[in-house]
Antibody, heavy 119, light 110 residues
């Protein structure tokens, strides 16, 4: 069965970086895009971007360009999302979610990784 | 790119129908038939219930239906049940390989 298992909760200080991982199983990793979506406490979903693990090509939401990097390691079927220069408003649950194309629905989601940014 | 516009909350009694709207622009909702809807229960990851405007993934009850007219998409839930109480988000593909979510709608089953 398809599973996306994310790394555990993180607590970071402002200005630091965080790298969240998402390990995929149960399907061909390179056949699906991996999206990253975040949700601040009590707020809605926010699309951050996606990566094609097969080609490494990324698409980032304009808001995150230059501060977020998405990568994939096909040898271990794992996607990564790094955020640099963390601010308090980056406190959120970060989800990975797969889709067959950039415009396709996200049919499987990870369990979410809480990231807290606090001094 | 701005988030898609949804009502903050809707409510209905068991057995009734409710419709949630999602308004965008010709650069997203109106320009593509790639609108999806997600259901999210508290503390859980979102679950896709409608994709490509009106298609339902296997396992999703046919009480859930989607449609689109111009720049506005809609999700209709008929025969409301207690377990439908959740947050609902629309999502659309947008120009330049972007993806936009709506602000979310809280559904209360009275």
């Amino acid at each position: 069965q398809v599973q996306l298992v994310q790394s555990g909760a993180e607590v970071k200080k402002p200005g630091a970086s965080v790298k969240v991982s998402c390990k995929a199983s149960g399907y061909t990793f390179t056949a699906y895009y991996m999206h990253w979506v975040r949700q601040a406490p009590g707020q809605g979903l926010e699309w951050m971007g996606c990566i094609n693990p097969n080609s490494g090509v990324t698409n980032y939401a304009q808001k995150f360009q230059g501060r977020v990097t998405m990568t994939g390691d096909t040898s271990i079927r794992t996607a990564y999302m790094e955020v640099r220069g963390l601010r308090s408003d980056d406190t959120a649950v970060y989800y990975c979610a797969r889709s067959v194309a950039v415009d396709g629905p996200n049919d499987y989601w990870g369990q979410g990784t809480p990231v807290t940014v606090s001094s | 790119h701005s988030a898609l516009t949804q009502p903050r909350s809707v409510s209905g009694s068991p057995g009734q129908s409710v419709t949630i709207s999602c308004t965008g622009t010709s650069s997203d909702v109106g320009g593509y038939n790639y609108v999806s809807w997600y259901q999210q229960h508290p503390g859980k990851a979102p679950k896709v219930i409608i994709y490509d405007v009106s298609k339902r993934p296997s396992g999703v009850p046919d009480r859930f239906s989607g449609s689109k007219s111009g720049n506005t998409a809609s999700l209709t839930i008929s025969g409301l049940q207690a377990e439908d109480e959740a947050d609902y988000y629309c999502c659309s593909y947008a120009v330049n390989n972007n993806v936009l979510f709506g602000g979310g709608t809280e559904l209360t089953v009275l």
